[in-house]
């Protein structure tokens, strides 16, 4: 899980827009994959109002970050290639994909094979 109250000093794009580069003031750094960020966007188009809703999101291997726009002093909206913007990555969201990229990956994964889906 995310620290309390962690705050980025640094937010890029990679050069080739396949991941997001964040910086936390405690010296975290995490390149974060663009797909991982699409299909775990916390927007409700993805995660729904329950657990229940919940989509699983398939054929996003290639999806780029095509826009960061910053909300507020908390959170950043990224715009995906494939028309997805409605997402809010809160500070905290961001540093706990950080933590647990290899392993949201690998779940992610395993829920596509198991639903007959592929990553594309």
């Keep these: 899980?995310?620290?309390?109250?962690?705050?980025?000093?640094?937010?890029?794009?990679?050069?080739?827009?396949?991941?997001l580069a964040v910086t936390f003031e405690d010296g975290a750094r995490f390149e974060?994959?663009?797909?991982?960020?699409?299909v775990a966007s916390p927007s409700a188009e993805v995660q729904g109002h329950s657990p229940e809703q919940r989509v699983l999101v398939a054929g996003k291997?290639?999806?780029?970050?095509?826009?960061?726009?910053?909300?507020?002093?908390y959170a950043v909206r990224l715009t995906f290639d494939d028309g997805h913007h409605t997402?809010?990555?809160?500070?905290?969201f961001l540093y706990d994909c950080g933590v647990r990229q290899d392993e949201m990956v690998a779940a992610y994964?395993?829920?596509l094979a198991a639903a007959g889906l592929t990553r594309g």
């Design 87 to 92: 997402g809010l990555y809160t500070w905290d």
């Design 32 to 38: 974060i994959g663009a797909e991982l960020l699409r």
């Design 61 to 73: 291997r290639g999806v780029r970050i095509v826009g960061v726009e910053a909300i507020g002093s």
């Design 109 to 111: 994964i395993a829920e």
């Design 1 to 19: 899980m995310a620290k309390d109250k962690v705050w980025p000093t640094e937010i890029r794009l990679v050069v080739d827009k396949t991941a």
